[in-house]
């Protein structure tokens, strides 16, 4: 299955940015959909934003439209969420995921595998 690694979160201040990155380790990443989730403390995780295999569809929930950007670069096997004005309330642990397809809000995983993740804590 595709092993996938999170990084790039870490602590800001409210208004930062930081930028995610998400490795995958086969090819057959660009096959597929991926998704960046968050889960904060004591809350079920969140979907945050999708793209497409080829990169031209997006998806964003609200809270985070105008904000964060999701893009990938197939040739790295790279996704990444470019995350702009952050609040405290996107303090989460951030988890990428590959998609088997997603339409809107409504989505479905490749597989329930999941990776460590990446902390963003946002001080106010």
């Known amino acids: 299955q595709v092993q996938l690694v999170e990084s790039g979160g870490g602590e800001v201040q409210a208004g930062g940015s930081l930028r995610l990155s998400c490795a995958a380790s086969?090819?057959?990443?660009?096959?597929?959909?991926m998704g960046w989730f968050r889960q904060a403390p004591g809350k079920e995780r969140e979907f945050v934003a999708a793209?497409?295999?080829?990169?031209?569809?997006?998806y964003y929930t609200d809270s985070v439209k105008g904000r964060f950007t999701i893009s990938r670069d197939n040739a790295e096997n790279t996704v990444y969420l470019q995350m702009n004005s952050l609040k405290p309330e996107d303090t989460a642990v951030y988890y990428c995921?590959?998609?088997?397809?997603?339409?809107?809000?409504?989505?479905?995983?490749?597989?329930?595998?999941w990776g460590q993740g990446t902390q963003v804590t946002v001080s106010s």
């Open positions: 793209v497409s295999w080829s990169g031209s569809l997006t």
């Open positions: 995921n590959a998609l088997r397809n997603f339409i809107g809000s409504d989505y479905r995983l490749l597989n329930d595998y």
């Open positions: 086969e090819r057959t990443f660009s096959s597929y959909g």
